[in-house]
């Protein structure tokens, strides 16, 4: 009432207007029927004028979080052994990590595990107080897939025709056109959820409390929703295209609401300029802080919580209440390509706000049954929708009592969702098509059938009239690319830009299906390439090579070089000497210089399924997961931060790769070590939705298509990655030991990701000339350096030298690499960077990143790559410590008998 007596009389009448039309309306029907009213805010009738606000702030710091400076390696002394121990001594010491802030800018310049095709009995919203309908149960959605129902819907309906009801008439034409493959291997089968091995205590202590999360269950620590949950609770949560962030009292209004906003491309920030061709931006960065819309209510202040609630590897709740335990709240479900910002409101005073200003706002009618739409136009020139669902279907009356709020009723409940429109009517048509419902999370599925990988992505829908309305998504780039038809036919023409991924483009589904064709089924330990397959055939000259070499390696520790207080390194030696015994008894058949080797390799392997290591494992009970114990002392950076769940898939991945090597070589080491090793992939890779002890899928976004690197940090940018190499190494190390331990979906879900990744990798990290998803002007660096969800920067965490940041996307050098480096992305990259004219030629760089540049050399000219490994006086300092010149021969050799790779 106040805010109405502040306003003109010209304005008071605009609002009585607005309101008898409205109330005097018939039954809300189309808008049509429907005279918009536009309500100006009282102060500036409609005079442009662009706030500060508008533009936001940049960080370029990288953040601290366990990276250290150097990547030791081994250097050679004499006799052709290798002294690791000094070079180890600085790991755990906080000097060693780096701090340093690159030229800054402080302001500018499982649900329907059932595809709906199957629907199920409506439920209530479980997560809301509001009965609002839902398509999904929590049994199902917490229950494990099973793809042959998930990927192939038309089977479903077939097997369950009691399930179809009639309105399930989208979904079930779409997947009558779905092909349903004859033979599929499900990539999702657990391997087990029972108990983990006696050896790995539990501990109850973890450095990061669980704060600001409401659950018992595993907690996924590597998604895009963190910052929900961390720390301060007010970094931005990138659910692409959208970001979210709480502003808990920030910001011009220092609203407690949860703020939202999407940007556009003249908003970014950019790096200095490289030394490369073409002179690239070293970093490109987005603004935070853009308070563009804030789904807030009057009564949310100082006192006001965020719980994160039902935090699953898609989405979580935000729930906002105005005290810890209100009866009252605002729960937010945040969904990874949600198409609308949803803010479901229980008890009470909705205001809209927006720090960028609105400039008008339009009643725009009803769209469907009981919806009331606004379209609000802003300072900035964007259009948002604004769509509310009052649980009393009663008019609300939304009222611009200022430039920056929108009020609705007193103790209301309902829902309000905000979406940017760039398209205009066709776009608000289609967003009027699909307003009142959301996701409320999320599934995967997939299969694999011969070379053809198939996965689905499913949402749990909440709302209003879910049956009949069908849900609008936003869809990443190589989603799109790999559609299959049937999906492709819902895209629609609504694009949206994402801050790191290129357009999210909008479809309109329940479900999205892609595949991905020519997974590397036949690729083994052997080199192998797409055109030729697996060759274990060496030429009787380069054995001789080879067995020199490998005699030389073989001399060394290899229990000391795994002896070490990181996971990291001990993993990636352990990795290697693997690689070398593999190369000597079965690419030189020399089994008997490789059996002894193999015996030190299990012993040292012991070690650690002894939990004997410098730094044990434990089972964390507090997030669920099973991390180092290094960060237990209070340095959360030690060991590159994986008690803090930072880079899990690295670490375990080179002892999973290790395991399937010994295990391939001597197949009674599998039995009594399967649970030990299958306890890393729960870890990192569990493909249990409901697994007690381990959340489902802790690195690999299924979303995303690659891994997160970043664990329990909180950070400005969100989550990030700057080894798309190592994540490689992961699925082809879940591949292969899925296959030598007998376990098919395994196998298949590695082969899947490998898929995946080469697409997404194609995409968003491997830079090729024709690079569409980031700026032309950082397209020259070739990689991107570290990928974070709202800035990518060309540098790595432990230094800027071009052989670091290039070199940490290509190692470590496996069969795996030849699949997902094409050969026109290293020959661009290798010419740009490493070429004898070019700025950092290969010759004169030092150290392991030599021998790590040179074995990449093996993709695209393996003659090259051979002479500099096979030449006399080869300087054993040029080999990194997780390589070998053993390998990189029988790398670069193979290929050399294979030119058409
Ligand atoms: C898609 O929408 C844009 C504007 O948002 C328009 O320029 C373009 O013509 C549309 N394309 C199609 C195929 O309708
Ligand atoms: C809205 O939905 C109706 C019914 O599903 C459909 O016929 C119509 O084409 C849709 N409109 C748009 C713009 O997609
Ligand atoms: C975001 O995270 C950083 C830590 O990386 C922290 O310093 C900051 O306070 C957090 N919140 C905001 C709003 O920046």
């Not at 990927?151 to 009691?162: G, I, L, R, Y």
């Not at 419902?437 to 949402?459: C, K, Q």
């Not at 040029?878 to 790779?901: C, K, M, Q, V, Y």
Request: net charge negative; charged share 15%; with cysteine.
């Amino acid at each position: 009432m106040q805010a109405i007596l502040r306003m003109s009389p010209a304005v008071m009448l605009i609002w009585l207007l607005a309101a008898n039309t409205v109330l005097s309306a018939p039954a809300p029907t189309q808008s049509s029927s429907f005279s918009e009213i536009t309500q100006y805010p009282p102060s500036t009738q409609g005079a442009r004028q662009l706030p500060p606000e508008t533009q936001g702030v940049y960080h370029t710091a990288l953040e601290r979080e366990g990276h250290e400076l150097e990547q030791p390696e081994p250097t050679k002394d004499a006799d052709g052994t290798f002294e690791l121990d000094s070079l180890f001594d600085t790991l755990n010491e906080p000097d060693s990590f780096i701090d340093w802030i690159l030229p800054g800018l402080d302001t500018p310049p499982e649900a329907p595990a059932e595809p709906s095709a199957s629907p199920v009995p409506d439920s209530t919203y479980s997560s809301s107080d509001l009965s609002l309908s839902s398509t999904s149960t929590e049994s199902e959605i917490d229950s494990p897939i099973s793809p042959t129902q998930e990927v192939h819907p038309a089977a479903e309906v077939t097997t369950s025709p009691d399930s179809v009801t009639p309105e399930s008439t989208f979904a079930t034409q779409a997947a009558q056109d779905t092909v349903v493959p004859m033979v599929d291997q499900d990539a999702f089968v657990p391997v087990g959820t029972g108990p983990i091995p006696a050896a790995i205590p539990p501990r109850d202590d973890h450095p990061v409390a669980k704060n600001g999360v409401d659950s018992s269950n595993p907690i996924e620590t590597n998604k895009f929703h963190s910052a929900l949950f961390l720390g301060s609770q007010t970094n931005a949560t990138f659910t692409h295209p959208y970001s979210l962030a709480w502003a808990k009292g920030s910001g011009n209004l220092q609203s407690f609401g949860m703020s939202v906003s999407h940007i556009e491309p003249h908003l970014l920030a950019y790096g200095p300029t490289n030394s490369l061709p073409g002179n690239p931006v070293s970093y490109y960065i987005n603004p935070i802080g853009i308070q563009s819309v804030i789904l807030s209510a009057t009564e949310l202040s100082h006192s006001t919580t965020l719980i994160a609630e039902n935090v699953l590897p898609f989405s979580a709740d935000a729930v906002l209440r105005p005290q810890a335990g209100s009866a009252q709240s605002i729960t937010l479900p945040v969904v990874q390509g949600m198409a609308y910002v949803t803010g479901v409101y229980t008890q009470l005073q909705p205001v809209i706000q927006s720090a960028v200003h609105f400039r008008e706002v339009v009643t725009a009618g009803s769209p469907r049954a009981g919806i009331f739409k606004y379209r609000a136009t802003l300072e900035d020139d964007a259009v948002w929708l604004i769509y509310v669902t009052p649980q009393d279907g009663q008019d609300p009356n939304l009222e611009l009592v200022s430039t920056t709020d929108l009020r609705g009723p007193a103790g209301w409940s309902g829902t309000i969702q905000v979406a940017k429109n760039p398209a205009g009517s066709p776009g608000e048509s289609l967003y009027d098509n699909s307003s009142g419902v959301f996701p409320i999370e999320a599934t995967v599925s997939g299969s694999v059938n011969d070379r053809t990988g198939t996965y689905r992505l499913s949402w749990a829908k909440g709302g209003k009239d879910t049956q009949s309305t069908p849900l609008m998504m936003f869809a990443l780039p190589h989603h799109v690319e790999a559609f299959d038809s049937q999906t492709s036919g819902h895209a629609v023409n609504i694009t949206l830009r994402t801050t790191t991924k290129g357009l999210a483009r909008a479809v309109i589904g329940e479900y999205w299906t892609m595949t991905e064709p020519d997974l590397p089924k036949t690729m083994d330990f052997a080199p192998w390439s797409i055109a030729s397959g697996s060759s274990r055939q060496l030429s009787q000259a380069a054995q001789t090579v080879i067995k020199t070499a490998a005699a030389t390696e073989l001399k060394q520790d290899i229990d000391a070089q795994s002896n070490l207080n990181s996971m990291y390194y001990s993993g990636k030696a352990l990795s290697k000497f693997a690689t070398i015994i593999y190369t000597v008894d079965r690419l030189l058949g020399d089994h008997a210089s490789a059996t002894p080797a193999l015996d030190r390799l299990k012993s040292a392997f012991a070690r650690f399924t002894q939990n004997k290591q410098q730094f044990p494992l434990v089972y964390d009970t507090v997030w669920k997961g099973v991390v180092s114990t290094a960060s237990y002392g209070g340095d959360v950076g030690a060991d590159f931060g994986n008690t803090l769940y930072n880079d899990h898939h690295f670490h375990y991945g080179y002892f999973i790769h290790a395991a399937a090597i010994i295990g391939t070589l001597d197949p009674s080491w599998v039995g009594p070590n399967r649970d030990w090793v299958n306890m890393l992939v729960r870890d990192c890779g569990n493909a249990a939705a409901n697994d007690p002890l381990f959340p489902f899928s802790r690195s690999f976004d299924w979303y995303h298509g690659h891994s997160w690197a970043k664990g329990l940090f909180e950070s400005f940018d969100g989550k990030d990655q700057e080894s798309s190499s190592e994540d490689v190494m992961f699925a082809y190390a879940l591949k292969m030991w899925g296959k030598t331990s007998g376990d098919a979906s395994m196998e298949a879900r590695g082969n899947l990701m490998l898929g995946i990744m080469r697409r997404s990798l194609r995409n968003y990290f491997l830079m090729e000339s024709n690079n569409v998803n980031h700026p032309p002007n950082f397209i020259g660096n070739k990689v991107t350096g570290i990928l974070f969800e709202n800035k990518v920067d060309h540098t790595t965490y432990f230094g800027a030298n071009l052989e670091y940041i290039q070199g940490i996307h290509m190692l470590p050098l496996l069969p795996s690499s030849t699949y997902v480096r094409s050969q026109e992305f290293v020959r661009e990259e290798w010419d740009a960077i490493f070429a004898s004219d070019a700025v950092a030629p290969a010759e004169r760089v030092t150290g392991g990143w030599k021998g790590v540049l040179y074995s990449n050399l093996a993709l695209i000219d393996p003659a090259a790559s051979w002479r500099f490994f096979a030449q006399d006086n080869f300087d054993y300092g040029w080999i990194d410590g997780g390589a070998s010149r053993t390998w990189s021969l029988a790398f670069a050799a193979e290929t050399s008998h294979n030119p058409r790779r």
